[in-house]
């Protein structure tokens, strides 16, 4: 339990990363393209923005669930505390998304809270690799 | 004992998450083929809950159609293709056939499925017709299926600016060409020159009557130029005249009274919504219609200046006018309320739009009867601009954000309800039918932003999804 909560933490902060990756290359997409004359409208397809979309909405929060649940069986001291704060963080991301829809500049928080749950995902991983690092050492101290 | 109490809390608390995630999304899944008008809940808008009696069992969408007998006075065929590059045409071009028509007459249309696997319909945008001919997939017709065919009907009564275009999988066969104009004239037409401007964007590129760019507008000076502005996108459009003083002469198919001149600014076509502007050709020959994005139709040369910073505001255009019916004396009063709102959409998890606070199937059916008077307040909290699309009916602004319209009557089958703001609109219930009240950027009706106007004593024998494999969306 401790390695698939590591894993799902693990995963969470490469989400993040992913996201990153999707929202840079939308932009550059839709650069490039306006070489080429095109418009952007309420009807154009981008493959990075589809992507950001399907892993912010579906894949992480799946993720982040997953890892609440898996923490509660987990005993990793601290291990349902830094799942709950991922979890909140999540929360918070997908409404700062959709409150940047009518208030863009609001986008900026959305990123800066990126960085947000990429850290305390990552710190529900060590919370775990400390959990069985400990966990690793008891029988020798026993 | 201490370890099994800790389990037995986790557990619980497993139960306590995903209890009832398990419970919204079972109650969430649509079954694959239903009736649309039970759907969701009635609201009767403090209307009696029953219609009048007819009898038995009321009246059936089917035999709500246009005269049976008559010969027709227009007579198209148009047969859909959809070709290699999953594009769709309508006798092999996309727009397909123009087709006209002079107010008064009886239209026929012969839609033939040559080879479209989903199936297909036309819904004739704006136009009032009879709800049997309406065109809408599950709803008021069996989805056309390969080598099928369908005729539709109808006397054509309004003269003005409308369009055709699928309503069976409509967010990709619409983007994707499978639509046309029609055009309905006055017995005597004035202007001398009566052009379309039917506005498409094809994979990143705005075209006017399917070609991207300027393309040219044959006008010669003092010549009387109308361009009808048809916008067949999903979103907003905007329009203007550079050359020459030009004037909103009709919006959805219906004249503005009293237009004014307007220079130096542009004017709004919604998503769906159709604009006439017009304009008297100056003496040097040069004027323009641009539709945005280097999109336009030019007369002598006319250079591209710059996109008006302004827009026209249609709630204060032209002069007031008799409305022809007393909104104050509204029999039935709804709310149409968009939102957006976490939760499933049968069975998919995110953050749909919402009507009145509910996620599609469970959203309102406006109940009336025919008579009734209708007020209905349309408000949008949900961070974007929503086309609302009423079929079978024209209805009228009588304010925005609690500013009473003070110009022409503003008569619509689509509008623009930006984010944030609030308009009320009234209509004569006077087509009795079952009909879609959707947003017309169709990608959001598939997720849910659809509503229907349902005359209490009509039902439909038609159903969604299905061996027709019905998708009105």
Known sequence: MRAVYRILAMSIATGVVVQACAIAYALFDILHKTDDGQVFTKDSDNAGIAVHMVVGEMIVPVLVLALLIVSFFAGIPGGVKWAAITFGVLVLQIVLAYASYPVPVLGVLHAINA???AAVASLAMRQARLAGSTQASTPVTA | MRKSFKIAIALGATVAILGPLGYFWQRSLVPGTYDMATMGYADFGGGPAAGHSHGTGGLSVDTLTGPASAKPDVTVTLAAHQESNGRYTLNGTSPGPEIRAVKGQLVQVTLVNDNVTEGVTLHWHGVDVPNGEDGVAGVTQDAVRPGASFVYRFTVQDAGTYWYHSHQVGHE???????????VTEPVFAEGIDQVVQVHTFDGRRTINGAAGEAALAARPSQVVRARVINTDAGPLRAWVSGAPYRVAAIDGRSVNGPTDIT????????GGRVDLTFEMPASGAARVDVGAGAALVAGGAAA????????????????????????????????????RAGFLDGKPGLWWSINGHLFPDVPMFMVATGDIVRMTISNTSGEVHPMHLHGHHAVVLSRNGVAATGSPWWFDSLDVGDGETYEIAFVADNPGIWVDHCHNLQHAVDGLLAHLAYTDVTTPFRVGGDAGNSPE
């Open chain 2, 173 to 183: 066969q619409v983007r994707q060409g499978l639509f046309g104009a029609l055009i």
């Open chain 2, 305 to 340: 200046g710059t996109e008006p910073a302004d827009d026209v505001d249609l709630l204060s255009y032209g002069t007031p006018a008799a409305l022809g019916f007393d909104p104050a004396r509204a029999t039935r009063n709804f709310d149409y309320r968009i939102g957006r």
């Open chain 1, 115 to 117: 960085f947000a749950l």
């Open chain 2, 264 to 271: 130096g600014k542009s004017v709004i076509v919604t998503a």
